[in-house]
């Protein structure tokens, strides 16, 4: 039985108009294929928005725009009921706010609709979400908060190329709140924007989540653990940071002293020094990280790189203190903490990939979902 909005005469127009829009983009996606068909969905998004408010076509509209669509371009992806509802969702969601993708549709009133008509989207912003992949907007939009958090994972994913899996594995973790938040001393000690651009880079917590340590465990056996999985611990650093060594050692008034861990940050230009507490921060920690800053500075910075970087990894850490132990160094050091998988919530656990996923997406070895769709 064929539904009543068949021979509705304003749907049968509308209807026509959006296959002419998809015949339009079909052509088109030989060129620009994702940016093409991410129009057409923004476009699609608007007009399902205005439609479902002002036209009496029922609550089998979708079900029924998703069957006309399937019919008319079998081949193309992209028309189940469900993935209508999600560029709904998705439009709203850039357009107005999170809090309103997730309203039922009788609840968007005439008049936010009459807003949406009249709110144009920043060029800017469309042209970013539009770079990205149709399966990376919708990990976005599902699982962000508001359009801030959103278009920072955006603007990440075009930068870095992140993957789906390695997308939802930053959001999922809490990435947006983290990065930016060590307590440093790079204001003092670094050279603007350097010092900007350092404390961009440190975040606060580090989430170890991949490592399973005892209660008994110290710093030797959290380096060994770490260094184990050295491509998911690369990842939860961030981009720009290249393994140089474990325990490296550094030669000072005839004694032998070794770094825990050492890195060379491509985008900062400097050599970085890690160094892991399974304590809480004390203050002896700093003057002994000012110790092995200054070293390497003299016996391994060339004159074409800027100031070796510190990182005190601690259990946890006083803020006050911290502070009061950075206050007058001269050398740049931040401080954050670190958390490990026993002290993540069960269900943040389940939902991140594993160490295996994370690791062959860094490696090539999986496809992303989306491409094939």
């Known amino acids: 039985m064929k539904s009543k909005l068949t021979y509705d005469k304003d749907y049968k127009t509308w209807l026509s108009d959006i296959k002419a829009k998809v015949r339009n983009a079909q052509l088109k996606a030989a060129v620009k294929v994702n940016t093409e068909l991410l129009d057409l969905y923004w476009q699609l998004g608007a007009d399902i928005t205005v439609k479902q408010q002002h036209a009496k076509w029922g609550d089998g509209f979708l079900l029924q725009l998703s069957k006309d669509l399937r019919v008319e371009f079998p081949d193309m992806k992209g028309f189940s009921r469900r993935n209508l509802e999600l560029i709904r969702q998705w439009y709203l969601f850039y357009s107005k706010g ?10 968007i009133t005439k008049q936010l609709v009459s807003q949406l008509e009249k709110d144009a989207m920043e060029p800017a912003v469309i042209d970013q979400i539009t770079q990205i992949p149709w399966g990376h907007n919708i990990a976005i939009v599902s699982k962000c908060k508001n359009l801030k958090e ?30 930016g938040k060590s307590i440093n001393n790079f204001a003092l000690t ?26 008994e465990y ?10 184990s999985h050295i491509t998911r611990f690369l ?24 770094i825990d861990l050492l890195f060379y940050h491509t985008k900062l230009r400097c050599y970085v020094v890690v160094e892991l507490k399974a304590v809480d921060l004390e203050p002896e920690h700093a003057g002994k990280m000012n110790f092995y800053l200054k070293a390497v500075d003299t ?75």
């Not at 203190?321 to 069960?346: C, R």
């Open 190 to 215: 670094l050279p603007r924007p350097q010092s900007d651009l350092a404390a961009q880079t440190l975040k606060d917590p580090y989430i170890f989540d991949f490592l399973s340590m005892t209660k």
């Open 235 to 258: 990842l939860e650093l961030g981009a720009g940071f290249a393994y140089l060594g474990r325990q490296v050692p550094l030669q000072v008034g005839g004694k032998d002293f070794f």
């Open 299 to 373: 016996q391994l910075r060339l004159e074409s790189d800027r100031p070796t970087i510190g990182i005190l990894l601690c259990k946890k850490q006083n803020r006050v203190i911290a502070e009061y132990a950075l206050s007058d160094i001269k050398k740049p050091i931040g401080v954050s903490e670190y958390q490990l998988a026993h002290s993540l919530p069960k269900k943040l656990k389940s939902s991140l990939p594993t160490i295996e996923e994370i690791e062959a997406e860094l490696s090539g070895e999986v496809k992303d979902e989306e491409k094939k769709s």
């Open 98 to 107: 999170a809090q309103i993708s997730q309203q039922p549709v009788g609840r």
């Open 218 to 227: 110290d710093e030797r056996d959290l380096e060994n653990a770490l260094i």
């Open 150 to 179: 959103a278009l920072y994972y955006v603007q990440n994913t075009i930068v870095h190329n992140w993957s789906r899996s390695v997308l939802v594995h930053h959001i999922e973790s809490g990435l947006y709140r983290r990065e």
